[in-house]
């Protein structure tokens, strides 16, 4: 009963490293997003996936890229990273539209 | 552009009171607000709302939409120090491959 698994749960990060964060869902969901979320500016949605093979942007998507190669594994990758991208991270996910999200616990990344 | 908004922001009431939280959203083919509770990592779902006037309970909480006022409020009655959580309205859109679009949150504190 895993639900959405985040890894990592935590990082640090040095300006400049690239690295990727893994959102796995046992769900079947068809729908998968990444948030990030700041203080002071609730969950800002930078990419999502309505199926397997797909990918979107969405509000904030500069510096960061996607995949979803499986139907359950959703990828974020940072390329190359600014300290505008310390945040914490929530992968989401959801069978379809009209039903509600199911949320990761979360990835805490600093760049320093 | 759509948007949701909250208020208010924070909120600091004492155990046994009633609070309410207010959204009010502009959300293009809406169709449909949710509320979700965030303690201290992912948010977990409480509410969706579909149709106007028609209020949703779950315990202590409760939650109504207005179509005609764009808006909607959550309910908490008898605060407990459990409630203390920052809690989050967002609006979906109707078509295919929108997304749902989040408030800032209303940062709840509930002291003893």
């Known amino acids: 009963n895993a639900g959405v698994t985040q890894t990592p749960k935590f990082r640090v990060l040095k300006t400049g490293q690239s690295m990727t964060l893994l959102c796995a869902q046992d769900m079947n969901h068809e729908y998968m997003y990444w948030y990030r979320q700041d203080p002071g500016m609730g969950l800002r949605l930078i990419h999502y996936s309505v199926g397997e093979g797909t990918t979107a942007k969405g509000e904030v998507p500069d510096g960061y890229n996607v995949s979803r190669l499986k139907k359950q594994n959703f990828l974020l990758g940072l390329e190359s990273a600014a300290p505008s991208q310390t945040s914490v991270y929530f992968c989401?996910?959801?069978?379809?539209?009209?039903?509600?999200?199911?949320f990761g616990s979360g990835t805490r990344l600093t760049v320093v | 552009e759509d948007k949701v908004v909250q208020s208010p922001l924070s909120l600091v009431v004492h155990e046994g009171d009633t609070v309410t939280l207010n959204c009010s959203y502009e959300v293009t083919n809406f169709r449909s607000l949710l509320w979700y509770k965030q303690e201290k990592k992912a948010p977990t779902f409480l509410f969706m709302l579909?149709?106007?006037?028609i209020e949703k309970k779950s315990g202590r909480l409760s939650s109504i939409l207005d179509k005609k006022e764009l808006s909607s409020i959550l309910n908490i009655t008898a605060t407990q120090t459990g409630d203390s959580a920052i809690y989050l309205c967002a609006g979906e859109a109707m078509n295919r491959d929108d997304k749902i679009i989040f408030g800032k949150g209303t940062r709840l504190h509930i002291l003893p």
């Open positions: 579909t149709s106007s006037g």
């Open positions: 989401a996910s959801s069978y379809s539209t009209g039903t509600s999200y199911t």
